[in-house]
């Protein structure tokens, strides 16, 4: 059974840090890309940040590059997503997504930041 448990979210004042954590069982971690994506109310789906398989090439969306770092550890199943200097515009529900031959989705996790 394929699983995606994201974590880590919940209410930060602006300028403050949170990291997400996303951990992946029942396929091969390793053959996948993933990428994270986040959701505001009444606003379409945004990529925020992909990283490869191998974790040797990642992008970012102009909206977080400079602020969010996306890793991957192999070893654990497990991308991260660790967002520094929070803004409001950063809201969301963030979903963490596998990609390969198939595509699987998380249940996502939500980003509240507010002071």
């Known amino acids: 059974q394929v699983q995606l448990v994201e974590s880590g979210g919940g209410l930060v004042q602006p300028g403050g840090s949170l990291r997400l954590s996303c951990a992946a069982s029942?396929?091969?971690?390793?053959?996948?890309?993933m990428t994270w994506y986040r959701q505001a109310p009444g606003k379409e789906r945004e990529l925020v940040a992909h990283?490869?398989?191998?974790?040797?090439?990642?992008y970012y969306a102009a909206s977080v590059k400079g602020r969010f770092t996306i890793s991957r550890d192999n070893a654990k199943n497990t991308v991260y997503l660790q967002m520094n200097s929070l803004q409001s515009e950063d809201t969301a529900v963030y979903y963490c997504v596998a990609a390969n031959l198939h595509t699987y989705w998380g249940q996502g996790t939500q980003v509240t930041v507010s002071s």
């Open positions: 990283i490869s398989d191998s974790g040797g090439s990642t």
């Open positions: 029942g396929f091969t971690f390793t053959n996948y890309a």
